[in-house]
């Protein structure tokens, strides 16, 4: 696509305001009376008409009821690497090279193309349609949603924002009837599934992972890759990875357990925290009504598969909110969990989006440790865009399917 307009001028546009003034037009919320409910916890602060100030304005909304999904053509992988991505640096240091048949297929779509899927397969046979499709409400509400599904652990889609974000915006999304494992057993695996070639040894077995991304904001435009590069590229994350033989800890309303059946973490990535070249900076996990230690991996609950759940990540300037709400296993049918993290004080991996001050204490001159050339983890000067994303963003990990609903961009209108 040759759309070189920016974030900015489609946000205008969407709004139907001049730049130098004006203001918006009265738009109609497109959801039905049978959404209408999800989006209860946003309904405070949203502009009801087009002259109220100090409110979320949508700019855009997806509810796939008379989309058209854009045809994907399978080319072959081409994309120039970075240092973790698949033929990057980072692997061709070990003489690991990435899969000779690899294939990637992306197109934009939605209104003024603000969306954008991209989806990568092992075999020039895999049908798009069976990755991407509009269907049915698996509740059985009349209404049509987005299903995202890897029918093999090596095929991978995202849905992300085309342009990067501006300062202040609030992405929210229904998500569920999510089928990617259960923690247990061969966890949604056929079985003998390998998380190769970037991942070795013991560290091969893809079947002791599975899941899927609720909603992220990323520092670099999101595609599918190897697990290793998003560990790399996440600021605030909700996401789910159940696990066997469990490393997760979930709160159960009284205490921590061991258990890596359908967590849902929420977590920011802690910059001044210790990084490793194949995890990257540590998690700071938000659970039991509270940022938890940095290096933690605490759940703040449980998914249930056959629910309808709403996220959301709000950012205004520095700070972000993260929020999900339904039906949890230990929070109940009401359940509602909402996180602030002020990214600069904590520092939070790559939050800045503007050039970061040479007197930071967010600046980080060193490197990964088998890269000692490459560019400075954090150096004064860089900057970081925001690029929303979710789906399956792992091409040698996480095999099942997933639902999605009302993505919603709003911005803060003064």
């Known amino acids: 696509m040759r759309n070189r307009t920016t974030l900015a001028s489609l946000i205008w546009a969407a709004l139907a305001l001049d730049p130098l003034g004006g203001h918006a037009t009265e738009q109609e919320d497109p959801a039905g009376a049978g959404r209408q409910t999800e989006h209860s916890n946003e309904n405070r602060k949203v502009c009801h008409h087009p002259r109220q100030t100090h409110c979320w304005k949508t700019v855009f909304e997806e509810d796939f009821e008379n989309t058209r999904l854009p045809a994907l053509r399978w080319a072959a992988d081409t994309y120039p690497d970075t240092v973790f991505s698949d033929n990057g640096s980072f692997f061709q240091k070990q003489g690991i090279a990435p899969p000779a048949n690899a294939w990637r297929a992306s197109a934009s779509f939605g209104a003024r193309h603000w969306l954008t899927v991209e989806s990568y397969s092992l075999s020039l046979d895999t049908s798009p349609h069976s990755l991407l499709a509009i269907t049915d409400d698996p509740s059985g509400a009349h209404n049509k949603v987005l299903r995202l599904a890897s029918p093999a652990h090596t095929d991978a889609t995202v849905i992300r924002s085309t342009q990067p974000l501006p300062r202040q915006y609030r992405i929210s999304l229904r998500v569920g009837y999510a089928d990617f494992g259960n923690g247990k057993g061969l966890n949604g695996y056929d079985g003998g599934e390998s998380a190769g070639p970037w991942q070795v040894g013991r560290d091969a077995d893809a079947t002791v992972e599975n899941g899927f991304y609720w909603l992220s904001i990323l520092d670099s435009v999101p595609r599918p890759h190897n697990n290793v590069w998003i560990h790399h590229h996440r600021k605030v994350t909700l996401d789910s990875d159940n696990n066997v033989q469990p490393w997760t800890e979930i709160y159960d309303g009284k205490s921590f357990i061991l258990n890596g059946e359908m967590p849902l973490m929420m977590f920011a990535l802690d910059g001044r925290g210790p990084v490793t070249e194949y995890g990257g900076k540590p998690l700071i996990p938000y659970s039991a009504g509270t940022w938890q230690p940095s290096a933690t991996i605490r759940a ?72 000692p050339t490459e560019s400075a983890l954090w150096p004064a000067g860089s900057a970081w865009p925001d690029y ?20 919603r961009m709003e911005v803060w209108q003064e």
């Open 300 to 371: 703040v609950d449980s998914y249930k598969p056959m629910r309808w759940y709403r996220a959301s990540i709000e950012r205004d300037g520095d700070v972000f909110t993260l929020h999900v709400s339904g039906d949890f296993k230990y929070g109940g049918p009401h359940a509602s969990y909402t996180a602030v993290m002020d990214a600069a004080a904590r520092c939070i991996w790559h939050y800045n989006q503007t050039p970061l001050a040479s007197d930071s204490d967010c600046v980080d001159n060193g490197h990964y440790p088998s890269l």
């Open 388 to 407: 929303f994303m979710f789906g399956d963003p792992h091409n040698n990990f996480y095999e099942g399917k997933v639902y999605y609903d009302d993505i």
